[in-house]
T-cell receptor, first 115, second 115 residues
Framework: EAGVTQFPSHSVIEKGQTVTLRCDPI?????LYWYRRVMGKEIKFLLH????????ESGMPNNRFLAERTGGTYSTLKVQPAELEDSGVYFC?????????????FGPGTRLTVL | AQKVTQAQTEISVVEKEDVTLDCVYE???????LFWYKQPPSGELVFLIR??????QNEISGRYSWNFQKSTSSFNFTITASQVVDSAVYFC????????????FGAGTILRVKS
């Protein structure tokens, strides 16, 4: 069974540009989460999808971040326009059931560098 | 509020030594779940263990063992006879249903195992 995949693995962009990160969860997992780790800080929750619906987006830092989950499958996280403080590693995770506290399985992350 | 503290920023040991990674958590919820994840140099977060608040039994898996003590709000992780491949960042995390299943992570402990 394929794990959580994320694309790209690395992205380097200029301040003010737009970047879109993609996450493909484990097949059949209804729950999809985005987290991020900025340099030297803890991994922080951004948002949670249940199928195609946003269950909780309390961790989204501001309206420059837009997340979607088309048809309850893969998800995208767009940052527009990117700022320097957006640099970090963005992780996606998925878990199988709704609701619950099932184990979240993580992808390899996307390292975003904003110059 | 939910909080996880990993006071050890970095630990260095020589191969075959035993090492314990500390994790202290805070929550007012009576039902909660604790996790350990490993982040090897390749970057992905690898799930190691999940423990619920009603199960205080210690767990052993090969060279890994976990000591859960509600009285001290701790969930420590011990690696016996460490190996170079154990070198990684280890994260302790907490979630509760009342908190919406979001994972709250500690800052992580960098473990370096030298040959």
């Amino acid at each position: 069974e394929a794990g959580v995949t994320q694309f790209p693995s690395h992205s380097v962009i200029e301040k003010g540009q737009t970047v879109t990160l993609r996450c493909d969860p484990i097949s059949g997992h209804d729950n999809l989460y985005w987290y991020r780790r900025v340099m030297g800080k803890e991994i922080k929750f951004l948002l949670h999808f249940v199928k195609e619906s946003k269950q909780d987006e309390s961790g989204m830092p501001n309206n420059r971040f837009l997340a979607e989950r088309t048809g309850g499958t893969y998800s995208t996280l767009k940052v527009q326009p990117a700022e320097l403080e957006d640099s970090g590693v963005y992780f996606c995770a998925s878990s199988p059931r709704t609701p619950g506290t099932d184990t979240q399985y993580f992808g390899p992350g996307t390292r975003l560098t904003v110059l | 509020a939910q909080k996880v503290t990993q006071a050890q920023t970095e630990i260095s040991v020589v191969e075959k030594e035993d090492v314990t990674l500390d994790c202290v958590y805070e929550t007012r919820d009576t039902t909660y779940y604790l996790f350990w994840y490993k982040q090897p140099p390749s970057g992905e977060l690898v799930f190691l263990i999940r423990r619920n608040s009603f199960d205080e039994q210690n767990e052993i898996s090969g060279r890994y063992s976990w000591n859960f003590q509600k009285s001290t709000s701790s969930f420590n992780f011990t690696i016996t006879a460490s190996q170079v491949v154990d070198s990684a960042v280890y994260f302790c995390a907490l979630t509760t249903m009342e908190y919406g299943n979001k994972l709250v992570f500690g800052a992580g402990t960098i473990l370096r195992v030298k040959s």
